[in-house]
């Protein structure tokens, strides 16, 4: 075994020797992406993609709602392909990052064999094949240990997108799932030709005016209880239509308020059509996944999210602050 691949003894390696196969076997294969797209679906989703056009295998990558990609993406190579239209055909489904079916904004038919690739601790192995480690900080680094695991050849790329997925989905290498395996895939990525330098600046100096328009909005009502330890932040449709801000360009505003040392838990609410979107970030021994569970959402111990049917910002962050309360006990 090479020293840059290292699984630990819980990965249960012949689901990539099975997925490979069907991967072979098949005649066109549907990448799935979850809705409310990050960094980490469209890594990985990309990275096969790459992979798949330059080994001609037909495929397409898609997405529930395609205007919802975070911009700062597109540099990765093959975005322009992702569709929120479903082939005719397809023999084969692979999802990326999906916690659950219901993450892929619609109902997939049950006849179709699935290839289930995620990191996130409430995957219920809904595939017929699922490559699901919850140890590691991202879904980009499951997909890396199928490509290592089968010998696949990493081109510059599948290097690029899976290297963002990495760094995004750790938070800039902080998640507590980083560990040394982390860096020795990111430096095996950096050897495929992933230029770190290249990739920052395309990804986080591209920034609009818009973003720095809103998030001073957002900051504006910002509440502090239990003495600064839990923080809530909402962002309306108005402050959307103001600054002409898409929703994806607020995101920073978490990790904004999570850096302020007081702070231990942060939930951060907007709309979603008929219902409010939550994420949560928490950096004490909280498991915030059990919080976003309650309300039927999901995620990691540090950082999850759930959607809520009401449109009253005030009366769902009470609702929220009584469960995070009761969970903290
Ligand atoms: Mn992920």
Same mark, same amino acid.
């Given at each position: 075994m090479k020293k840059d691949? !290292?699984?630990?003894?819980?990965?249960?390696? %012949?689901?990539?020797?099975?997925?490979?196969? /069907?991967?072979?076997? #098949? $005649?066109?294969?549907?990448?799935?992406?979850?809705?409310?797209?990050?960094?980490?679906?469209?890594?990985?989703a990309l990275a096969l993609s790459n992979y798949f056009?330059?080994?001609? !295998?037909?495929?397409?990558?898609?997405?529930? %709602?395609?205007?919802?990609?975070?911009?700062? /993406?597109?540099?990765? #190579? $093959?975005?322009?392909?992702?569709?929120?239209?479903?082939?005719?055909?397809y023999d084969l489904v692979i999802s990326v990052?999906?916690?659950?079916?219901?993450?892929?904004?619609?109902?997939?038919?049950?006849?179709?064999?699935?290839?289930?690739?995620?990191?996130?601790?409430?995957n219920d192995n809904f595939g017929l094949v699922n490559i699901v480690d919850i140890n590691k900080a991202s879904s980009a680094e499951v997909l890396y240990d199928f490509f290592k695991f089968n010998g696949l050849y990493i081109t510059k790329q599948t290097a690029i997108a899976l290297y963002v997925g990495i760094y995004e989905d750790s938070l800039a290498f902080t998640s507590l799932r980083c560990d040394e395996t982390t860096y020795e895939k990111i430096n095996f990525l950096v050897k495929c030709g992933c230029d770190p330098s290249y990739t920052?600046?395309?990804?986080?100096?591209?920034?609009s005016l818009a973003k720095y328009r809103i998030i001073p909005k957002i900051l504006s009502n910002l509440e502090l209880y239990d003495e600064g330890s839990i923080a809530s932040i909402y962002c309306t449709q108005e402050y959307l239509e103001q600054t002409g801000a898409n929703s994806y360009e607020t995101e920073d505003v978490l990790d904004m308020i999570f850096n302020m040392a007081i702070v231990k838990v942060v939930f951060y609410l907007r709309?979603?059509?008929?219902?409010?979107?939550?994420?949560?970030?928490?950096?004490?021994?909280?498991?915030?996944?059990?919080?976003?569970?309650?309300f039927d959402g999901g995620g990691h111990k540090h950082s999850a999210g759930c959607l809520i049917n009401s449109s009253d910002i005030e009366q769902t962050k009470q609702i929220i602050l009584k469960e995070i309360f009761e969970t903290r006990k």
């Open positions: 691949f !290292i699984l630990n003894n819980k990965t249960d390696t %012949s689901s990539f020797v099975k997925a490979l196969s /069907l991967i072979e076997k #098949s $005649r066109y294969i549907l990448i799935i992406t979850h809705v409310n797209p990050d960094a980490d679906t469209i890594s990985c056009f330059e080994n001609k !295998i037909k495929h397409k990558v898609f997405n529930v %709602s395609c205007n919802t990609i975070p911009a700062n /993406l597109n540099f990765l #190579s $093959r975005f322009d392909k992702i569709t929120d239209q479903l082939p005719k055909f990052d999906c916690g659950s079916k219901k993450r892929f904004g619609f109902t997939l038919d049950e006849n179709i064999p699935l290839i289930n690739i995620d990191h996130h601790k409430s920052a600046q395309k990804l986080k100096q591209r920034d709309h979603q059509g008929d219902n409010l979107r939550v994420s949560f970030r928490s950096k004490e021994d909280i498991d915030i996944g059990k919080v976003a569970e309650i």
